[in-house]
Protein backbone atom coordinates (compact mmCIF):
# COMPACT_ATOMS: atom_id res chain seq x y z
CA UNK A 1 0.00 0.00 0.00
CA UNK A 2 2.30 2.01 0.95
CA UNK A 3 4.91 1.31 -1.12
CA UNK A 4 2.05 2.28 -4.21
CA UNK A 5 2.01 6.23 -2.79
CA UNK A 6 4.62 7.85 -5.23
CA UNK A 7 8.15 8.46 -4.98
CA UNK A 8 7.07 12.29 -4.35
CA UNK A 9 4.68 12.13 -1.31
CA UNK A 10 4.97 15.37 -0.01
CA UNK A 11 7.08 16.06 3.63
CA UNK A 12 6.72 19.19 3.81
CA UNK A 13 3.52 21.48 2.64
CA UNK A 14 5.61 24.59 2.01
CA UNK A 15 8.00 22.14 -0.09
CA UNK A 16 5.66 20.53 -2.04
CA UNK A 17 3.45 23.96 -3.25
CA UNK A 18 6.84 25.70 -4.10
CA UNK A 19 8.20 22.16 -5.86
CA UNK A 20 4.74 21.76 -7.93
CA UNK A 21 5.17 25.27 -9.03
CA UNK A 22 8.84 24.64 -9.64
CA UNK A 23 8.12 21.70 -11.75
CA UNK A 24 4.36 22.33 -13.75
CA UNK A 25 7.25 24.12 -16.62
CA UNK A 26 9.39 21.40 -16.59
CA UNK A 27 6.95 18.93 -16.83
CA UNK A 28 5.66 20.62 -19.98
CA UNK A 29 8.70 20.93 -21.60
CA UNK A 30 9.22 16.97 -20.90
CA UNK A 31 5.33 16.76 -22.40
CA UNK A 32 6.68 18.32 -25.53
CA UNK A 33 10.11 16.17 -25.69
CA UNK A 34 7.97 13.41 -25.38
CA UNK A 35 5.51 14.39 -27.78
CA UNK A 36 8.78 14.86 -29.89
CA UNK A 37 10.52 11.75 -29.30
CA UNK A 38 7.21 9.17 -30.16
CA UNK A 39 7.23 10.77 -33.24
CA UNK A 40 10.42 10.52 -34.04
CA UNK A 41 10.26 7.35 -33.18
CA UNK A 42 7.20 6.39 -34.84
CA UNK A 43 6.32 2.93 -34.75
CA UNK A 44 9.41 1.46 -33.54
CA UNK A 45 8.55 2.35 -30.06
CA UNK A 46 7.54 -0.36 -27.91
CA UNK A 47 4.59 0.61 -26.84
CA UNK A 48 1.82 2.68 -27.75
CA UNK A 49 3.13 6.54 -27.44
CA UNK A 50 1.73 8.54 -24.38
CA UNK A 51 -1.24 10.28 -24.71
CA UNK A 52 -1.15 13.89 -25.06
CA UNK A 53 -1.62 16.07 -21.81
CA UNK A 54 -5.23 16.89 -21.57
CA UNK A 55 -7.00 20.35 -21.20
CA UNK A 56 -8.73 21.28 -17.64
CA UNK A 57 -12.15 22.76 -18.15
CA UNK A 58 -12.59 25.55 -15.31
CA UNK A 59 -15.97 24.83 -13.48
CA UNK A 60 -17.47 26.46 -11.11
CA UNK A 61 -20.76 24.58 -8.90
CA UNK A 62 -23.21 25.89 -11.19
CA UNK A 63 -20.97 25.10 -14.48
CA UNK A 64 -20.01 21.46 -12.83
CA UNK A 65 -23.93 21.02 -12.41
CA UNK A 66 -24.67 22.15 -15.80
CA UNK A 67 -21.83 19.71 -17.29
CA UNK A 68 -23.26 16.77 -15.57
CA UNK A 69 -27.23 17.22 -16.57
CA UNK A 70 -25.95 18.55 -20.30
CA UNK A 71 -23.52 15.64 -20.89
CA UNK A 72 -24.91 13.31 -23.62
CA UNK A 73 -23.52 10.11 -21.75
CA UNK A 74 -26.20 7.98 -19.97
CA UNK A 75 -23.77 8.02 -16.94
CA UNK A 76 -21.85 10.73 -15.22
CA UNK A 77 -18.95 9.79 -13.05
CA UNK A 78 -17.34 12.64 -11.13
CA UNK A 79 -14.41 12.10 -9.17
CA UNK A 80 -13.00 14.71 -7.17
CA UNK A 81 -9.37 14.54 -6.09
CA UNK A 82 -6.50 16.55 -5.73
CA UNK A 83 -2.72 16.59 -6.29
CA UNK A 84 -1.62 16.18 -2.83
CA UNK A 85 -3.73 13.32 -2.11
CA UNK A 86 -2.13 10.17 -2.24
CA UNK A 87 -5.09 8.06 -1.70
CA UNK A 88 -6.68 9.70 -4.95
CA UNK A 89 -3.30 9.36 -6.74
CA UNK A 90 -3.62 5.55 -5.82
CA UNK A 91 -6.95 5.29 -7.47
CA UNK A 92 -6.54 6.73 -10.32
CA UNK A 93 -4.82 4.21 -12.16
CA UNK A 94 -8.16 2.03 -11.87
CA UNK A 95 -10.20 4.88 -13.11
CA UNK A 96 -8.54 5.34 -16.47
CA UNK A 97 -8.88 1.57 -16.67
CA UNK A 98 -12.69 1.73 -16.24
CA UNK A 99 -12.94 4.86 -18.26
CA UNK A 100 -11.33 3.43 -21.32
CA UNK A 101 -13.42 0.11 -20.59
CA UNK A 102 -16.62 1.95 -20.81
CA UNK A 103 -15.49 5.15 -23.20
CA UNK A 104 -18.28 4.99 -26.47
CA UNK A 105 -20.26 3.51 -23.72
CA UNK A 106 -22.76 6.32 -22.94
CA UNK A 107 -20.18 6.42 -19.66
CA UNK A 108 -18.46 9.40 -18.59
CA UNK A 109 -15.93 10.42 -16.45
CA UNK A 110 -14.65 13.47 -15.14
CA UNK A 111 -11.50 14.03 -12.82
CA UNK A 112 -12.26 17.27 -11.06
CA UNK A 113 -9.24 18.39 -9.75
CA UNK A 114 -10.09 20.39 -6.23
CA UNK A 115 -6.53 22.18 -5.72
CA UNK A 116 -8.24 25.70 -6.50
CA UNK A 117 -10.86 25.36 -4.39
CA UNK A 118 -8.85 25.89 -1.68
CA UNK A 119 -5.72 28.34 -2.99
CA UNK A 120 -5.64 30.20 -6.14
CA UNK A 121 -2.15 30.52 -5.82
CA UNK A 122 -0.96 26.73 -5.76
CA UNK A 123 -1.08 25.74 -9.14
CA UNK A 124 -2.77 27.02 -13.06
CA UNK A 125 -4.66 25.01 -14.96
CA UNK A 126 -1.73 24.10 -17.26
CA UNK A 127 0.28 22.92 -14.04
CA UNK A 128 -2.91 20.61 -13.38
CA UNK A 129 -2.55 19.49 -16.76
CA UNK A 130 0.83 18.71 -16.87
CA UNK A 131 0.63 16.74 -13.44
CA UNK A 132 -1.86 14.70 -14.60
CA UNK A 133 -0.32 13.83 -17.48
CA UNK A 134 3.48 13.35 -15.83
CA UNK A 135 1.29 10.48 -13.33
CA UNK A 136 -0.19 8.73 -16.31
CA UNK A 137 -4.19 10.00 -15.21
CA UNK A 138 -5.92 10.16 -18.64
CA UNK A 139 -8.83 11.16 -18.07
CA UNK A 140 -11.05 14.01 -18.31
CA UNK A 141 -9.67 17.00 -16.54
CA UNK A 142 -11.84 19.59 -14.44
CA UNK A 143 -10.40 22.05 -12.13
CA UNK A 144 -13.22 23.27 -8.95
CA UNK A 145 -12.94 27.01 -9.31
CA UNK A 146 -15.66 27.91 -6.62
CA UNK A 147 -14.33 27.17 -3.24
CA UNK A 148 -14.51 24.26 -0.73
CA UNK A 149 -17.95 25.29 1.00
CA UNK A 150 -19.92 25.16 -2.43
CA UNK A 151 -18.07 21.19 -2.70
CA UNK A 152 -19.18 20.96 0.53
CA UNK A 153 -23.13 21.98 -0.04
CA UNK A 154 -23.26 21.02 -3.68
CA UNK A 155 -21.56 17.80 -4.47
CA UNK A 156 -21.28 16.82 -0.69
CA UNK A 157 -17.18 16.27 -0.71
CA UNK A 158 -15.19 15.68 2.38
CA UNK A 159 -13.05 14.07 2.91
CA UNK A 160 -10.93 13.26 -0.38
CA UNK A 161 -11.13 11.15 -2.94
CA UNK A 162 -14.63 11.48 -3.73
CA UNK A 163 -16.54 9.50 -6.15
CA UNK A 164 -19.91 10.34 -7.78
CA UNK A 165 -22.35 8.31 -10.44
CA UNK A 166 -25.05 10.11 -11.96
CA UNK A 167 -27.56 8.34 -14.33
CA UNK A 168 -29.15 11.40 -16.52
CA UNK A 169 -28.01 13.92 -14.30
CA UNK A 170 -29.22 12.37 -11.08
CA UNK A 171 -27.49 11.45 -8.60
CA UNK A 172 -27.31 7.60 -7.77
CA UNK A 173 -24.57 6.51 -5.70
CA UNK A 174 -21.25 8.36 -4.52
CA UNK A 175 -18.45 7.06 -2.15
CA UNK A 176 -16.15 9.15 0.08
CA UNK A 177 -12.68 7.46 0.06
CA UNK A 178 -11.11 5.18 -2.26
CA UNK A 179 -12.74 3.21 -4.70
CA UNK A 180 -11.88 -0.05 -6.91
CA UNK A 181 -12.47 -0.12 -10.18
CA UNK A 182 -15.24 -3.18 -9.58
CA UNK A 183 -16.95 -0.52 -6.69
CA UNK A 184 -17.02 1.58 -9.49
CA UNK A 185 -18.48 -0.84 -12.53
CA UNK A 186 -21.01 -1.89 -9.58
CA UNK A 187 -22.04 2.12 -9.42
CA UNK A 188 -22.11 2.15 -12.70
CA UNK A 189 -24.55 -0.75 -12.94
CA UNK A 190 -26.85 0.41 -10.88
CA UNK A 191 -27.02 3.54 -12.26
CA UNK A 192 -27.87 1.89 -15.77
CA UNK A 193 -30.60 0.17 -13.81
CA UNK A 194 -29.20 -3.28 -13.52
CA UNK B 1 -29.41 16.56 3.78
CA UNK B 2 -29.29 12.67 3.92
CA UNK B 3 -26.16 12.91 6.21
CA UNK B 4 -27.80 14.62 8.51
CA UNK B 5 -30.76 12.52 9.07
CA UNK B 6 -28.17 9.82 9.37
CA UNK B 7 -26.21 11.87 11.83
CA UNK B 8 -29.33 12.36 13.81
CA UNK B 9 -30.32 8.95 14.49
CA UNK B 10 -26.91 7.89 15.17
CA UNK B 11 -27.22 10.24 17.72
CA UNK B 12 -30.27 9.21 18.93
CA UNK B 13 -29.03 5.49 18.59
CA UNK B 14 -25.91 6.71 20.58
CA UNK B 15 -27.70 8.64 23.47
CA UNK B 16 -30.14 5.35 24.11
CA UNK B 17 -26.76 3.12 23.98
CA UNK B 18 -24.94 5.39 26.44
CA UNK B 19 -28.13 5.24 29.51
CA UNK B 20 -27.80 1.45 29.33
CA UNK B 21 -24.49 0.28 28.46
CA UNK B 22 -21.97 2.52 29.96
CA UNK B 23 -19.85 0.08 31.66
CA UNK B 24 -20.23 -2.70 29.28
CA UNK B 25 -17.18 -4.27 27.06
CA UNK B 26 -17.42 -2.76 23.42
CA UNK B 27 -19.01 0.56 24.86
CA UNK B 28 -15.00 1.93 24.26
CA UNK B 29 -15.87 1.50 20.70
CA UNK B 30 -18.72 3.67 19.93
CA UNK B 31 -17.92 6.97 17.67
CA UNK B 32 -19.25 9.87 20.09
CA UNK B 33 -21.11 12.60 18.26
CA UNK B 34 -22.92 15.88 19.28
CA UNK B 35 -24.49 15.32 22.36
CA UNK B 36 -21.88 12.35 23.89
CA UNK B 37 -19.09 12.93 26.74
CA UNK B 38 -15.46 12.16 26.06
CA UNK B 39 -14.31 9.90 28.74
CA UNK B 40 -12.67 11.63 31.99
CA UNK B 41 -9.56 8.99 31.67
CA UNK B 42 -9.17 9.57 27.98
CA UNK B 43 -5.61 11.18 27.97
CA UNK B 44 -3.09 12.04 25.16
CA UNK B 45 0.33 13.31 25.05
CA UNK B 46 1.16 16.11 23.26
CA UNK B 47 4.70 16.71 21.61
CA UNK B 48 6.96 18.10 24.35
CA UNK B 49 5.80 14.95 26.42
CA UNK B 50 3.05 16.68 28.64
CA UNK B 51 -0.59 14.74 29.76
CA UNK B 52 -3.66 16.10 28.56
CA UNK B 53 -6.19 14.23 30.34
CA UNK B 54 -10.16 14.95 29.62
CA UNK B 55 -11.38 15.16 33.22
CA UNK B 56 -8.55 17.55 34.12
CA UNK B 57 -10.02 19.82 31.27
CA UNK B 58 -13.65 19.92 32.75
CA UNK B 59 -14.43 23.44 33.20
CA UNK B 60 -13.07 24.74 30.38
CA UNK B 61 -14.53 24.95 27.14
CA UNK B 62 -12.31 22.86 24.75
CA UNK B 63 -11.35 23.47 20.59
CA UNK B 64 -10.00 20.81 19.31
CA UNK B 65 -8.66 20.31 15.56
CA UNK B 66 -7.59 17.28 13.60
CA UNK B 67 -4.62 19.02 12.27
CA UNK B 68 -1.37 18.10 10.04
CA UNK B 69 1.47 19.62 9.21
CA UNK B 70 1.11 17.77 5.36
CA UNK B 71 -2.08 18.58 4.55
CA UNK B 72 -2.46 21.92 2.48
CA UNK B 73 -5.75 22.04 3.77
CA UNK B 74 -4.88 22.08 7.51
CA UNK B 75 -1.75 24.72 6.41
CA UNK B 76 -4.13 26.68 4.36
CA UNK B 77 -6.46 27.03 7.78
CA UNK B 78 -2.87 27.84 10.14
CA UNK B 79 -3.27 31.25 9.96
CA UNK B 80 -6.87 31.33 11.37
CA UNK B 81 -6.09 28.96 13.96
CA UNK B 82 -3.48 31.05 15.10
CA UNK B 83 -5.76 34.19 14.83
CA UNK B 84 -8.43 32.08 16.99
CA UNK B 85 -5.99 30.73 19.43
CA UNK B 86 -4.66 34.31 19.77
CA UNK B 87 -8.19 35.45 20.72
CA UNK B 88 -9.19 32.38 23.06
CA UNK B 89 -6.23 33.11 25.48
CA UNK B 90 -7.60 36.31 26.16
CA UNK B 91 -10.92 34.63 27.64
CA UNK B 92 -10.85 32.67 30.36
CA UNK B 93 -11.30 28.75 30.48
CA UNK B 94 -11.42 28.15 26.70
CA UNK B 95 -8.34 26.37 25.34
CA UNK B 96 -7.72 24.89 21.75
CA UNK B 97 -5.86 21.64 21.01
CA UNK B 98 -4.59 20.11 17.95
CA UNK B 99 -4.29 16.78 17.41
CA UNK B 100 -2.04 15.23 15.23
CA UNK B 101 -3.04 11.64 14.49
CA UNK B 102 -1.25 11.04 10.88
CA UNK B 103 0.73 8.41 11.27
CA UNK B 104 2.91 9.25 8.14
CA UNK B 105 3.71 12.35 10.56
CA UNK B 106 5.76 10.44 13.23
CA UNK B 107 8.66 8.62 13.10
CA UNK B 108 8.79 6.05 16.06
CA UNK B 109 12.32 4.83 14.75
CA UNK B 110 13.62 8.17 15.03
CA UNK B 111 15.64 9.62 18.10
CA UNK B 112 12.34 12.28 18.33
CA UNK B 113 9.30 10.83 16.77
CA UNK B 114 7.97 14.50 16.75
CA UNK B 115 11.13 16.27 15.33
CA UNK B 116 8.78 16.96 11.91
CA UNK B 117 5.90 18.57 14.19
CA UNK B 118 8.01 20.34 16.29
CA UNK B 119 10.11 21.57 13.38
CA UNK B 120 6.63 22.85 11.36
CA UNK B 121 5.29 23.94 14.76
CA UNK B 122 8.35 26.35 14.90
CA UNK B 123 8.53 27.49 11.43
CA UNK B 124 5.07 28.07 11.27
CA UNK B 125 5.15 29.96 15.13
CA UNK B 126 2.03 28.02 16.58
CA UNK B 127 1.80 28.34 19.86
CA UNK B 128 -0.80 26.21 20.85
CA UNK B 129 0.08 22.34 21.94
CA UNK B 130 -0.34 20.08 19.30
CA UNK B 131 -1.52 16.57 20.94
CA UNK B 132 -0.13 13.13 19.35
CA UNK B 133 -2.75 10.44 18.70
CA UNK B 134 -0.79 7.69 17.84
CA UNK B 135 -3.04 4.83 17.71
CA UNK B 136 -5.74 6.65 16.92
CA UNK B 137 -7.68 6.40 20.04
CA UNK B 138 -8.94 9.84 20.06
CA UNK B 139 -9.66 9.96 15.96
CA UNK B 140 -11.85 6.42 15.99
CA UNK B 141 -13.64 7.36 19.17
CA UNK B 142 -14.77 10.70 17.31
CA UNK B 143 -15.30 9.48 14.09
CA UNK B 144 -13.00 12.30 12.79
CA UNK B 145 -12.28 11.50 9.18
CA UNK B 146 -10.19 15.23 8.07
CA UNK B 147 -7.54 17.41 8.81
CA UNK B 148 -8.96 20.20 9.65
CA UNK B 149 -11.99 19.04 11.40
CA UNK B 150 -12.80 20.43 14.41
CA UNK B 151 -14.87 19.59 17.60
CA UNK B 152 -15.77 21.75 20.79
CA UNK B 153 -17.31 20.52 23.84
CA UNK B 154 -18.33 22.44 27.03
CA UNK B 155 -17.35 22.85 30.49
CA UNK B 156 -18.76 19.28 31.15
CA UNK B 157 -16.66 17.84 28.26
CA UNK B 158 -19.96 17.17 25.96
CA UNK B 159 -19.67 17.63 22.48
CA UNK B 160 -21.28 20.49 21.25
CA UNK B 161 -19.98 21.13 17.63
CA UNK B 162 -18.05 19.09 14.81
CA UNK B 163 -17.22 19.82 11.92
CA UNK B 164 -15.61 22.41 9.82
CA UNK B 165 -13.66 25.64 11.32
CA UNK B 166 -15.93 27.55 9.05
CA UNK B 167 -17.78 27.22 5.81
CA UNK B 168 -14.76 28.01 3.50
CA UNK B 169 -11.23 27.19 2.82
CA UNK B 170 -10.09 30.43 1.23
CA UNK B 171 -10.56 32.90 4.16
CA UNK B 172 -11.79 35.60 1.82
CA UNK B 173 -14.98 33.49 1.01
CA UNK B 174 -15.96 32.70 4.53
CA UNK B 175 -19.59 33.55 5.64
CA UNK B 176 -20.01 31.54 8.44
CA UNK B 177 -17.72 30.79 11.73
CA UNK B 178 -18.78 27.81 12.72
CA UNK B 179 -16.20 26.74 15.88
CA UNK B 180 -16.20 30.52 16.50
CA UNK B 181 -19.86 30.95 17.19
CA UNK B 182 -20.27 27.58 19.17
CA UNK B 183 -17.58 28.91 21.23
CA UNK B 184 -19.86 32.50 21.56
CA UNK B 185 -22.64 30.60 22.20
CA UNK B 186 -21.23 27.99 24.99
CA UNK B 187 -19.73 31.03 27.02
CA UNK B 188 -23.61 33.03 26.93
CA UNK B 189 -24.64 29.48 27.92
CA UNK B 190 -26.14 29.25 24.77
CA UNK B 191 -26.58 25.96 22.19
CA UNK B 192 -24.22 26.18 19.43
CA UNK B 193 -26.44 28.04 16.40
CA UNK B 194 -25.19 25.04 14.43
CA UNK B 195 -23.69 21.68 15.65
CA UNK B 196 -22.71 19.38 12.66
CA UNK B 197 -21.52 20.21 9.82
CA UNK B 198 -18.96 18.61 7.08
CA UNK B 199 -15.43 19.02 6.99
CA UNK B 200 -13.23 19.46 3.67
CA UNK B 201 -9.85 18.26 3.74
CA UNK B 202 -7.20 15.79 3.56
CA UNK B 203 -8.96 12.15 4.84
CA UNK B 204 -6.45 11.81 8.73
CA UNK B 205 -3.77 9.23 7.65
CA UNK B 206 -4.37 6.47 10.21
CA UNK B 207 -2.11 4.04 11.87
CA UNK B 208 -3.96 0.73 10.21
CA UNK B 209 -4.07 2.10 6.35
CA UNK B 210 -0.39 3.57 6.67
Not at chain 2, 91 to 116: F, Q
Request: aromatic content about 6%; some cysteine.
Amino acid sequence: MSGASGPRSPRDPRESAAGRRERAPRGRALAVALALAAGACGGSAPSAPPPAPRPVELLDAAALRARVEGSAAEVVVLNFWATWCIPCLEEMPGLVAVSRELAGDGVELLAVCMDIAYDDGVLTPEGISAFAHRRGIDLPLAAFTDGTGAAVAEFDVGALPHTSVYSRGRLVGDREGQITPDELRALIRTARGG
Amino acid sequence: MRTSVLLSLAAGLAAALSLTSAARPGEDKKVLDVGDTIPAETMLRDVDGKEHRFGDLRGKIVVLDFWSISCPVSVAYEERFKAFHADLQKMENVVLLAIDANATEVDLEAEDPYARIKAYRKKAEVRFPVLVDLDNVLADRLGAQTTPHVYVLDKEGVIRYQGSFDDEAKPEKVTKQYARDAVDALRRGEKPPVERTKAFGCSIKRKKSA
